[in-house]
């Protein structure tokens, strides 16, 4: 699976990133998941973007899948 996002910070719209996620496996037996997350720059903003999402994504993929 796929996915792409576009992040913005709230408190300074013009600080911005893109980027791609991939989970390479879905297993419903499996509560971990192997994500890979690329962006088109890096800067702090980004690292604390790829944090959320390595935090976050697993539990919401496995909740709707």
């Known amino acids: ?11 300074d719209p013009s600080t911005t990133c893109k ?3 991939k989970i390479h496996e879905l297993n419903q ?3 971990e998941l192997c994500i890979e997350i690329t962006q088109e720059k890096q800067d702090p903003f980004v690292s604390d973007v790829k944090k959320i999402i390595n935090n976050q994504m697993a ?7």
């Open 29 to 31: 037996d499996d509560d």
């Open 1 to 11: 699976m796929e996915l792409y996002f576009d992040a913005q910070r709230i408190s």
């Open 19 to 21: 980027g791609k996620i």
């Open 59 to 65: 539990e919401h993929a496995l909740k709707v899948f």
